[in-house]
RNA sequence: GCUGUGGUGGUGUAGGGGUUAGCACGGCAGAUUGUGGUUCUGCCAGCCCGAGUUCAAUUCUCGGCCACGGCCCCA
């Protein structure tokens, strides 16, 4: 048999309707922050993503040609396309521009828990306005979205790439690629300072000209845990080093702030001056939320503030900020906690409050019941009418188990005095009513 | 990129070099042509693919494919 190709997923009723509920629900929370939703293609011209991400993606993208041998490929992120379809078609639009986005993206890698070859993506990105109250607006919407949906025990890591970058560059370290290498100088040092390597940042020091003994305060920087009270010890550190700017820090300051008046507390909020994101056109404010019980690909969130917008010609656009939620792991966190604490919705508010009406014709022509089923779908109600022409002992069985809350059986007696019966599957009652929606209407409120 | 485990009806499983390949759930039908969720009966439906070893392979060996994990990476 045909199976899917791998890395794919198919999403069935059940599965959807939690899925949709948390579409939804995040759809909902961004447009109370003035989010708007976009959608651009599917596939893309492969230069809009090796502009952004350099020649390296390409191994990792489901790239092709079409007929006409122009270079295109699916989609691995959309963070760029939203970018080019602003530069493409929202120039005039009066800025800041608040977009919202959700879809497919697609990534040639081994795929696992967490982790598929086809994933969805939800995210935002606010355009045209920068600074720490913009990154706030973007971390608090990131906060209520994870807060409502009612996910718990996850942690956010907020830090800013300036305060290290500029420590660094205040120290002569330089922030641009030198011949031969394939990173800054500066960017190195963010990486050994990440994963805790001494003798590597201490190596790059000696061989920049710098004394090594400055990697012991910026280490220090690095181990700093805690929330905003930590920037206290931060600016000791910094202020204690010469021609290091505090700016960063300050800037920081003011975001965290803001984020505890915009939102509610997160479980976990830890300031994390490495949180480097591994990318170099971050320029500000980064965050990140992981989730425990995910494991290895417990990363459900990311975002902060980019410079982009240049490779559009725009550069007065930047810095822009947003966020990628991963919206596949936060289902799979989302169901992992409904499993464990026996709740029955995934997503809150997933349940449908109006009963599933099982119309059931009984050794009659289906047609005569055909206008009530109009009736009550136009009414706003969910109905679904036996085809199978079943008896009426597996009618109800059937009614059962679609989930229906309501059986209206018309057989030849009620026809004849324009009746049937409607009963309620969860308590038994059951009582004969008019073939009308209004009648029927009548007995479900 | 490295690596571990596993693949038997739609689902979950038992078994095992020669078997009518067992069980449960499920789907359909009947017992029960105007009231279901219990019960009983019948039916439907399976050894991932290829090569090798063998008189004989679903079972053993190898390869592939697929699935589930752990590292690396992750725009």
């Not at 390409?58 to 122009?70: M, N, P, T, V, W």
Request: charge should be negative; proline fraction near 4%.
């Amino acid at each position: 048999m045909v199976q899917k190709p791998r890395g794919t997923r198919d999403f069935t009723p059940a599965v959807m309707k939690s899925r949709m509920a948390l579409e939804q629900l995040l759809e909902e929370r961004a447009r109370r922050h003035g989010f708007n939703r976009v959608q651009t293609p599917i596939f893309e011209s492969l230069e809009l993503f090796t502009a952004k991400s350099g020649e390296g993606v390409i191994s990792q993208l489901y790239a092709f040609e079409d007929k006409g041998g122009r270079p295109l490929t699916l989609r691995p992120e959309l963070t760029a396309p939203v970018m080019r379809m602003v530069a493409e078609e929202m120039r005039m639009d009066t800025k800041p521009l608040r977009l919202s986005y959700f879809g497919q993206c697609y990534r040639y890698e081994e795929f696992k828990k967490g982790r598929y070859r086809e994933f969805f993506q939800y995210g935002v990105e606010l355009v045209g306005a920068s600074g720490p109250l913009a990154e706030a607006e973007v971390i608090a919407l990131a906060i209520d979205m994870l807060d409502s949906c009612g996910l718990k025990n996850w942690q956010i890591r907020i830090g800013h790439v300036g305060i290290l970058k500029d420590a660094l560059t205040g120290l002569g370290l330089s922030d641009q690629i030198e011949q031969g290498a394939n990173e800054a100088a500066v960017a190195s040092a963010m990486r050994f300072l990440d994963k805790g390597d001494d003798d590597g940042l201490a190596k790059l020091f000696s061989s920049n000209g710098i004394d090594p003994s400055f990697s012991e305060p910026l280490r220090q920087l690095s181990q700093l845990q805690g929330g905003a009270e930590t920037l206290e010890p931060a600016r000791e550190i910094l202020s204690a080093l010469d021609g290091v700017s505090l700016e960063s820090l300050d800037e920081l300051k003011i975001t965290l702030d803001a984020v505890s008046s915009l939102a509610a507390t997160p479980p976990s909020l830890a300031v994390d001056l490495t949180v480097a994101r591994g990318l170099d056109y971050y320029t500000g404010m980064v965050f990140e939320v992981q989730v425990e019980e995910l494991g290895g690909e417990g990363q459900v969130l990311g975002g902060g503030s980019y410079n982009l917008m240049h490779l559009f010609g725009l550069a007065d656009l930047d810095p822009c900020c947003g966020f990628g939620l991963g919206f596949d792991r936060v289902m799979l966190a989302l169901e992992a906690q409904a499993e464990a604490e026996g709740r029955e919705e995934v997503v809150p508010g997933q349940q449908d409050g109006r009963g599933l009406i099982a119309v059931i014709p009984f050794n009659i022509d289906t047609q005569a019941v055909l206008q009530v089923v109009r009736q009550l779908r136009d009414a706003g109600q969910l109905v679904e009418l036996e085809l199978r022409g079943r008896k009426i002992g597996k009618a109800f069985t059937w009614a059962d188990k679609i989930g229906a809350t309501y059986t209206l059986i018309v057989g030849p007696r009620d026809l004849e005095s324009g009746t049937g019966m409607l009963k309620n599957l969860k308590t038994g009652i059951e009582q004969a009513v008019e073939l009308d929606a209004s009648s029927i209407l009548n007995i479900l409120n």
